[in-house]
């Protein structure tokens, strides 16, 4: 790190020597860390706007409490750089969101100072009772803080974890409001009572007064008698919120970017040994001022520019054409519209357009609803996000056949954001649910063919793809379509082996038959569409294969247990034509770590040479 420009943030490797500056020095170092995660997330790529809103609050944790002994846990963690550069990790963030480097959230293994780690949201509050009551039920004296925005509270589990809180543990809940608020929080009054509730003497004189009652049978009693009448009064002119209807002490709301009063209001629910609920106002992008203006495009920078035309564009933009010629479309997403491309959609459609909040479960049974109801739905889904809402899609929408579409974004693997965001296990868990049909196109046309498809289908359809842009060079490898299959081949005869597959890692199985190609050998390439059901893919990849011997791999960039090499084996392995052919797969047995200096897919062994070596094997 560059001394010279970052004096404060270059001498500190731990919250030690974060607790050793004087006061008066930590505003500087709040814009030294600004200015440092600005130049480093600008040029490799990450998450930008939320890190910038959160480093007061970061610096504020670590002076007042002590991690690893005190438990301090980030909803998401997406926001968690700050925590990262004080917890001694500074020098290694030129690796971050890379192979084998620095990971984009919490991570367990990265860092003692890291409790638990994170990816999706609306996590914090369960997983920090479970700190909160081991530390109870081992004598363990700490504290336990769960940071959380004001966005993961539309995730039911926050409700869960609340209703499971005990208000005795020395648990505090930083409720980061940085774009809604869930409490009642407008008007003069209400700002009068937030400063008043954030003041330093009206905690002292509170303090003193209870003090002084205390002393006396008689003053306890009037103690409590003041306590209900304020009480009573605030709620009938201010309202009461959310957090204290269920029992919770509240404090604030307060400038999150206001330092000393952070720092306040953390050692004074720290003092308080129970649980307490901290409301702060951040600003996403504080002091970079574009992100400031656009913290929904400065929610995450990528090193390089990405296409224009990607693969959510292209959905997009065919669902806003269907729905032009059918009023029944609806379009839902949990709380990702601009990443899954239907923003659109609801500028053009507002009435037939739910945002439910990052609520995945609700939105596939709000759109199993809409579907019994004679509407025409598409949820709009990350990958790894469906993987919360699939007893939904079981109980409410396969098993009531209702035409439920679900367009899965980024199934594929993403190796910046890394295993919590893996598009992987989609294939191997819907295809244990009866009745969906799920598709697997690679090509912008095949998706809204697909998507058309879908939607006048009738059943519950999955329609999966991947991130970015189609790759137009790998597809002009294949010469035949036919239906939900690509060839790379004229006739079977013509092969001296197949590589079987289907989704974003085809182009490794091109490369692959290319460089055998380079050297006599022919490896043919089935490409496919369309999994679920099953029986229609096996008994076109029967229809295909030769009656000579040759070797057979099934490539997949998913789990391979329950995935589609083992289903799609099961159907024909016992057809005559398997007889002489050895029968090979490779996907992903593990939830797919990346390594220093290797491609994702070479980490998983499912890259171009992993391919050839299995081959030569069989020759």
């Known amino acids: 790190m560059d001394k010279l420009k970052f004096p404060i943030l270059s001498e500190i490797n731990s919250p030690a020597d974060l ?30 706007a939320s890190n910038l809103g959160v480093v007061e609050l970061s610096i504020a944790l670590h002076r007042v409490f002590d991690s690893p002994r005190d438990h301090i846990i980030w909803d998401v963690g997406h926001q968690c750089y700050t ?3 004080l917890t001694g990790r500074a020098d290694a963030f030129d690796t971050l969101r890379s192979p084998g480097g620095l990971s984009g959230f919490t991570k367990r293994s990265e860092s003692e100072h890291d409790p638990f780690g994170s990816g999706h949201s ?94 006396t049978p008689i003053g306890m009693k009037i103690a409590n008698g003041l306590r209900r009448l304020k009480r009573k009064l605030k ?77 959510s564009s292209v959905f997009g933009g065919k669902l806003v054409s269907l729905a032009e010629k059918n009023e029944k479309i609806c379009a839902i997403t949990a709380a990702m519209a601009h990443g899954c ?35 025409t739905p598409v949820f709009a889904v990350y990958s790894s996000f469906l993987q919360r809402s699939f007893d939904n899609v079981i109980h409410d929408v396969a098993l009531q056949n209702l035409p439920v579409t679900f367009a899965i974004d980024r199934a594929c693997l993403s190796p910046a954001d890394g295993p919590t965001h893996h598009g992987i296990f989609d294939v191997a868990f819907l295809s244990s649910v009866p009745g969906v049909e799920l598709f697997a196109p690679i090509s912008f046309a095949s998706l809204e063919a697909s998507l058309e498809e879908a939607l006048s289908s009738g059943k519950p359809s999955f329609i999966r793809y991947p991130s970015g842009s189609e790759d137009s060079d790998s597809l002009s490898y294949f010469k035949n379509k036919n239906s939900h ?30 460089a055998l190609a380079r050297v006599g050998h022919r490896c043919g390439i089935i490409l496919l569409e369309k999994l679920i059901p099953y029986t229609e893919p ?28 083992m289903n799609l084996y099961e159907l024909i392995r016992n057809h005559p034509k398997m007889s002489n052919k050895s029968f090979r797969i490779a996907a992903i047995n593990d939830f797919a770590f990346s390594r220093d200096g290797m491609s994702i897919y070479e980490a998983c062994s499912i890259d171009a040479k992993s391919l050839i070596y299995i081959l030569k094997e069989e020759f």
């Open 19 to 48: 607790k050793k500056l004087p006061n008066e020095s930590l505003t500087a170092l709040a814009s030294e860390i600004r200015a440092f995660l600005i130049e480093k997330v600008s040029a490799n790529g990450g998450h930008l």
């Open 83 to 85: 925590h990262k550069l």
């Open 122 to 215: 609306s996590t914090s509050l369960s997983a920090a009772l479970g700190f909160a009551f081991a530390d109870r039920i081992n004598n363990k004296e700490a504290f336990t803080v769960s940071v959380i925005g004001d966005g993961a509270f539309t995730g039911g589990m926050v409700s869960e974890a609340l209703n499971n809180l005990d208000p005795s543990l020395p648990f505090i809940i930083i409720f980061n409001e940085n774009e809604m608020s869930i409490s009642k929080n407008v008007g003069a009054f209400a700002r009068y009572v937030s400063n008043i509730r954030s003041n330093k003497r009206y905690f002292a004189v509170k303090n003193r007064t209870r003090n002084i009652l205390s002393e």
């Open 235 to 311: 709620n009938n002119i201010y309202g009461s919120n959310y957090f204290e209807n269920i029992g919770l002490k509240y404090l604030g709301p307060i400038d999150g970017n206001d330092i000393e009063k952070v720092i306040f209001l953390l050692e004074e629910a720290k003092r308080r040994q129970k649980s307490v609920v901290i409301h702060l106002k951040t600003l996403k992008g504080k002091g970079y001022q574009p992100a400031v203006d656009d913290p929904e495009r400065f929610h995450i920078v990528y090193p390089k520019e990405l296409p224009t035309r990607t693969f």
């Open 341 to 375: 491309g239907i923003d659109g959609f609801e500028k053009r459609f507002p009435d037939r357009f739910f945002d439910v909040g990052i609520a995945e479960a609700h939105a596939a049974t709000f759109a199993a609803g809409l579907a019994a109801s004679e509407m």
């Open 485 to 514: 299959l690509l060839t790379s081949f004229d006739t079977p005869n013509d092969c001296d082996s197949f590589i079987i597959t289907y989704g974003k890692v085809f182009s490794e199985a091109v490369k692959a038959s290319r």
């Open 538 to 565: 096996a008994d076109a990849i029967v229809e295909l294969l030769p009656d000579k011997s040759a070797p057979v791999i099934f490539l997949e960039e998913g789990i391979k247990n329950g995935g589609a090499a």
